[in-house]
Protein backbone atom coordinates (compact mmCIF):
# COMPACT_ATOMS: atom_id res chain seq x y z
CA UNK A 1 0.00 0.00 0.00
CA UNK A 2 1.44 3.28 -0.89
CA UNK A 3 2.70 5.39 2.11
CA UNK A 4 0.34 8.49 1.41
CA UNK A 5 -2.20 5.92 1.72
CA UNK A 6 -1.10 4.58 4.82
CA UNK A 7 -0.63 7.54 6.45
CA UNK A 8 -4.24 8.61 5.98
CA UNK A 9 -5.83 4.95 6.85
CA UNK A 10 -3.45 5.02 10.16
CA UNK A 11 -6.07 8.72 11.17
CA UNK A 12 -8.65 6.21 11.73
CA UNK A 13 -6.97 4.26 14.73
CA UNK A 14 -7.42 7.49 17.04
CA UNK A 15 -10.35 6.95 19.03
CA UNK A 16 -11.57 10.72 18.19
CA UNK A 17 -11.18 10.84 14.98
CA UNK A 18 -13.14 14.34 14.82
CA UNK A 19 -9.65 15.80 15.88
CA UNK A 20 -8.52 15.31 11.91
CA UNK A 21 -9.67 17.40 8.89
CA UNK A 22 -13.04 18.62 8.45
CA UNK A 23 -15.16 18.57 4.94
CA UNK A 24 -18.26 19.59 3.91
CA UNK A 25 -19.62 17.05 0.94
CA UNK A 26 -23.08 17.19 -0.66
CA UNK A 27 -25.01 13.42 -1.23
CA UNK A 28 -28.55 12.92 -2.32
CA UNK A 29 -30.99 13.42 -0.17
CA UNK A 30 -32.13 9.64 -0.21
CA UNK A 31 -28.29 8.54 0.36
CA UNK A 32 -27.80 10.87 3.43
CA UNK A 33 -31.24 9.61 5.13
CA UNK A 34 -30.02 5.67 4.41
CA UNK A 35 -26.67 6.55 5.85
CA UNK A 36 -28.36 8.41 8.47
CA UNK A 37 -30.80 5.16 9.29
CA UNK A 38 -27.13 2.80 9.29
CA UNK A 39 -25.19 4.78 11.59
CA UNK A 40 -28.45 4.71 14.72
CA UNK A 41 -29.24 1.21 13.70
CA UNK A 42 -25.18 0.43 14.10
CA UNK A 43 -24.78 3.32 16.74
CA UNK A 44 -22.49 5.18 15.24
CA UNK A 45 -22.29 9.03 14.47
CA UNK A 46 -22.51 10.14 10.92
CA UNK A 47 -18.74 11.69 11.18
CA UNK A 48 -17.62 7.54 12.09
CA UNK A 49 -19.79 5.66 9.49
CA UNK A 50 -18.88 8.25 6.56
CA UNK A 51 -15.15 7.76 8.03
CA UNK A 52 -15.65 4.07 7.53
CA UNK A 53 -17.18 3.83 4.48
CA UNK A 54 -14.50 6.15 3.13
CA UNK A 55 -12.06 4.46 4.27
CA UNK A 56 -13.44 1.02 2.77
CA UNK A 57 -13.47 2.69 -0.59
CA UNK A 58 -10.27 4.37 -0.71
CA UNK A 59 -8.58 0.92 0.16
CA UNK A 60 -11.17 -1.34 -2.45
CA UNK A 61 -9.04 1.72 -5.09
CA UNK A 62 -5.48 1.24 -3.63
CA UNK A 63 -3.67 0.24 -6.68
CA UNK A 64 -0.51 -0.86 -5.10
CA UNK A 65 -2.93 -3.16 -2.58
CA UNK A 66 -4.36 -4.62 -4.69
CA UNK A 67 -1.74 -5.64 -7.25
CA UNK A 68 0.10 -6.92 -4.09
CA UNK A 69 -3.00 -9.19 -3.42
CA UNK A 70 -2.78 -10.83 -7.10
CA UNK A 71 0.73 -11.05 -6.73
CA UNK A 72 0.48 -13.09 -3.66
CA UNK A 73 -2.27 -15.25 -4.68
CA UNK A 74 -0.38 -15.70 -8.32
CA UNK A 75 2.86 -16.69 -6.79
CA UNK A 76 1.13 -20.06 -5.89
CA UNK A 77 -0.46 -20.94 -8.93
CA UNK A 78 0.88 -22.12 -12.23
CA UNK A 79 1.57 -20.14 -15.18
CA UNK A 80 1.09 -22.50 -17.79
CA UNK A 81 -1.62 -22.79 -20.48
CA UNK A 82 -4.22 -25.32 -19.74
CA UNK A 83 -3.61 -28.76 -21.17
CA UNK A 84 -6.76 -28.51 -23.26
CA UNK A 85 -6.64 -24.67 -24.18
CA UNK A 86 -2.87 -25.24 -24.91
CA UNK A 87 -4.25 -28.18 -27.50
CA UNK A 88 -6.72 -25.54 -28.70
CA UNK A 89 -4.26 -22.67 -29.18
CA UNK A 90 -1.60 -25.02 -31.49
CA UNK A 91 -4.30 -26.52 -33.82
CA UNK A 92 -5.82 -23.23 -34.47
CA UNK A 93 -2.31 -21.69 -35.11
CA UNK A 94 -1.74 -25.03 -37.52
CA UNK A 95 -4.24 -24.39 -39.32
CA UNK A 96 -3.84 -20.49 -39.89
CA UNK A 97 -2.59 -18.93 -43.25
CA UNK A 98 0.33 -16.49 -42.69
CA UNK A 99 -0.15 -14.73 -46.22
Known amino acids: ???????????FSYPLHTLGMKTAVSV????????????????LSRS????AALESFVREHDEDAITAQLNELYATESSALDP???????????KTSWK
Open 84 to 94: VLQSIQVRSVA
Open 28 to 43: PDALFQAADELAERLG
Open 48 to 51: KLYS
Open 1 to 11: MGRRIERALAF
